[in-house]
């Protein structure tokens, strides 16, 4: 072959090897975090991608996910690589998710916050690798009926709203993520593990949700599969006779039949019947 053929293949090589990173750092933003499994169905082997690491154009934080240089590692874009990079039906529920909508009512002193996240999969294993302050739990399938859609920025709001989910800017310049809204975040945490911490935390909580939207609730417990979480969410809403509850009708809501005792020992509501802390007044902040 001519040298100076060959030399312009590989000039040419060059130039396509040079572009393919470009384009891959264009699309990583300072925070972004991007998988092997993403880079290899992009088109990036395991060997030009150990040579982007060795090049310093990369960094990896943990086994199988890479930073770009200079990148920061925060749990917000992790996050968001994990709904609209790597595709993945996984959200911000529950605690944190009443949290970022300012309804944390714990002061968790020399505690790091833990990111609760409801999803139809399990997060990928290098998550619980990342050096953050923060760490996430994933608290497994949420308690309603519908299939969760896709966290793309094509999916329309509305279709995210109709599910009691929206997105929630956390960083600025960073694209929002989705996260619940305060009235399906309350129905996760109240389906949470049994006993009498579950109904001090969530009590505490319907305190301060004083300004619920009473159609978005009356959805949300109609398509609610967890029996202990609507009889929780309600008793609760009763204690505090929060105006919302007057006007949330629950003809078609299943509560289910007989007594549940979440607390042995503890107190039946005459309504819901359902067992609750005899000492709660007690708990009250």
């Known amino acids: 072959m001519d040298k100076v053929f060959q030399r312009r293949i590989m000039l040419t090589m060059g130039d396509q090897k040079d572009k393919k990173l470009n384009r891959l750092l264009a699309s990583l933003g300072d925070s972004d975090l991007v998988s092997s499994r993403w880079l290899q169905a992009h088109g990036y082997s395991r060997s030009l991608v150990a040579r982007y690491v060795s090049s310093g154009w990369l960094v990896s934080p943990a086994r199988g996910v890479y930073l770009r240089k200079g ?38 002193l020399g505690e790091a916050a833990t990111v609760t996240l409801y999803g139809e999969v399990r997060p990928p294993g290098w998550l619980g690798q990342l050096a953050l302050p923060e760490r996430f739990m ?4 949420p308690p309603f009926e519908w299939p969760l859609p896709r966290f793309t920025v094509e999916t329309p709001d509305n279709v995210l709203r109709d599910q009691g989910l929206e997105r929630h800017e956390v960083l600025s310049g960073l ?3 989705v996260c619940s809204t305060p009235e399906r975040a309350i129905l996760e945490l109240c389906d949470g593990p049994t006993g009498a911490g579950l109904v001090y935390e969530a009590d505490s909580i319907m305190q301060s949700l004083a300004t619920l939207r009473p159609r978005r609730v009356a959805e949300l417990l109609r398509h609610c599969r967890s ?59």
């Open 71 to 108: 990148g920061r590692l925060q749990w917000q874009g992790v996050l968001r690589s994990l709904q609209q990079r790597e595709g993945l039906p996984l959200y911000i529920g529950g605690r944190f998710a009443l949290e970022m909508h300012g309804h944390e009512h714990y002061l968790r």
């Open 138 to 141: 994933f608290c497994g399938r």
């Open 175 to 177: 694209e929002p993520i």
């Open 227 to 285: 029996i202990k979480a609507k009889r929780l969410f309600l008793a609760l809403a009763d204690r505090y006779q929060h105006a919302w509850l007057r006007r949330i009708p629950l003809d078609g809501v299943d509560l289910g039949s007989g007594k549940r005792v979440l607390v042995p020992g503890g107190r039946l509501h005459p309504t819901y019947q359902i067992t609750l802390p005899r000492d709660l007044d007690e708990h009250l902040g």
